[in-house]
């Protein structure tokens, strides 16, 4: 398995993981087309076998007003296949280790039981747009002390989700 920054001609491969990944959401397609389509800054990366890419994660931007203050993780997918196998825990530990990430404060909307193995830990600050009451936000190397809605991409709001895909949790994969 080789981990890599996916050539843009890897592209149409990521689009179509995130749809297997995603069964009935065209939302996780649609946002990394988008944030790739209006050149948004992204730390992304695909494992790759054969050719072919059975894993992705990227993260985008995390605003304070227009400031940056972080990064969020999503999506990240396996392809259903190599689900369960530990390609997810190696992708986002080898993401955890480059130098676009390593130091800075992350953000992820998630299972909290998967993402807590890697350091995230519940978020009460700042407060997540999409997660009533912060429930599945956890962050690491956060030291925000006030309170103010974390700002996301345009995308993540124009990319709009499905009816299958609303309420449930990004960046789980």
């Given at each position: 398995?080789?981990?890599?920054?996916?050539?843009?001609?890897?592209?149409?491969?990521?689009?179509?993981?995130?749809?297997?990944?995603?069964?009935?959401?065209?939302?996780?397609?649609?946002?990394?087309?988008?944030?790739?389509?209006?050149?948004?800054?992204?730390?992304?990366?695909?494992?790759?076998?054969?050719?072919?890419?059975?894993?992705?994660?990227?993260?985008?931007?995390?605003?304070?007003?227009?400031?940056?203050?972080?990064?969020?993780?999503?999506?990240?997918?396996?392809?259903?296949?190599?689900?369960?196998?530990?390609?997810?825990?190696?992708?986002?530990?080898?993401?955890?280790?480059?130098?676009?990430?390593?130091s800075r404060?992350?953000?992820?909307?998630?299972?909290?039981?998967?993402?807590?193995?890697?350091?995230?830990?519940?978020?009460?600050?700042?407060?997540?747009?999409?997660?009533?009451?912060?429930?599945?936000?956890?962050?690491?190397?956060?030291?925000?002390?006030?309170?103010f809605v974390?700002?996301?991409?345009?995308?993540?709001?124009?990319?709009?989700?499905?009816?299958?895909?609303?309420?449930r949790k990004?960046?789980?994969?």
């Amino acid at each position: 398995m080789k981990i890599q920054k996916p050539a843009i001609e890897a592209r149409p491969k990521i689009y179509a993981l995130l749809r297997s990944s995603f069964p009935g959401s065209e939302y996780e397609a649609a946002l990394v087309q988008k944030l790739h389509e209006n050149d948004r800054s992204i730390h992304e990366w695909a494992c790759i076998i054969g050719g072919k890419v059975i894993a992705y994660i990227a993260f985008t931007n995390a605003y304070h007003g227009r400031d940056v203050c972080g990064l969020h993780l999503a999506p990240m997918a396996v392809a259903p296949e190599f689900q369960g196998r530990g390609v997810g825990l190696e992708l986002l530990r080898f993401a955890l280790r480059q130098e676009a990430i390593s130091s800075r404060t992350l953000f992820v909307l998630g299972e909290p039981a998967y993402y807590s193995r890697f350091g995230f830990e519940p978020c009460s600050t700042p407060i997540c747009p999409f997660d009533k009451n912060n429930e599945h936000f956890l962050s690491m190397r956060n030291t925000a002390t006030d309170s103010f809605v974390v700002g996301y991409e345009p995308e993540f709001t124009t990319a709009a989700p499905t009816a299958a895909t609303k309420g449930r949790k990004r960046g789980r994969r």
